[in-house]
């Protein structure tokens, strides 16, 4: 549970919760109280950071030069945990890495699920970046071997800038596109990530209806 980042006081925390029991139920104790305890803990206590783990590449036509921006980013969304009103330097510039599952492509995908506020293969779409702007899409770039998508052509909106409302052009306080979080790309690195699921296909393993008796 260690190498899996479990803290110690969301533990005990658990253990708190679940108290004593004489009794031994069948239907156990379902692993999600466990991960709520482990989300109660970090959550006022822990930075955040923006990680991609499949990216694509967003390049932005109409930023100038190739200087890079920097835009002070909360460290915690709510100011928890004494960070206050602390921020980190985060790079900004016409390259960037958007996470893959942030875009839809109706030529392998099929139909856009109803409510998806995403990019899409539609040209015009907008995304507004978390904690920077909102982008218009311009083009798709695919691989003319494989028909994959390689890039994003993209306008920004410099009006949007910190979560301001879209331009009356743009269809003002009614469009309110989707939000997804980025990476600079000539500046990011690479990092190990280990995404850890459930162990077993079933919520309470062991139980009778998750043996398979055949």
Not at 17 to 22: H, Q
Request: charged letters at 25%; proline letters at 7%.
């Amino acid at each position: 549970m260690r190498r899996r980042g479990y803290p110690p006081s969301a533990i005990r925390l658990f253990c708190e919760r679940m108290g004593i029991s004489k009794v031994d139920t069948n239907d156990g104790i379902q692993v999600g109280i466990l991960e709520d305890c482990v989300r109660e803990v970090l959550d006022p206590s822990v930075p955040r950071a923006f990680c991609v783990l499949n990216p694509l590449k967003v390049s932005i036509t109409n930023l100038p030069g190739s200087k890079l921006m920097e835009l002070e980013i909360p460290l915690h969304p709510k100011g928890l945990g004494g960070m206050g009103d602390a921020t980190r330097t985060t790079p900004f510039g016409p390259s960037l890495y958007i996470d893959r599952e942030d875009f839809f492509d109706t030529v392998t995908q099929g139909e856009i699920p109803a409510g998806y506020k995403r990019f899409t293969d539609k040209i015009g779409g907008f995304v507004r970046l978390k904690n920077a702007y909102v982008l218009k899409l311009t083009d798709v770039v695919r691989d003319e071997k494989t028909g994959d998508i390689v890039e994003l052509q993209v306008e920004v909106i410099e009006e949007t800038f910190e979560g301001a409302p879209m331009p009356e052009a743009y269809g003002g306080k009614k469009n309110r596109p989707g939000i997804i979080h980025w990476v600079e790309a000539t500046t990011s690195v690479k990092a190990k990530v280990c995404l850890y699921d459930r162990l077993f296909q079933t919520p309470m393993p062991g139980s009778t209806s998750a043996v398979d008796t055949s």
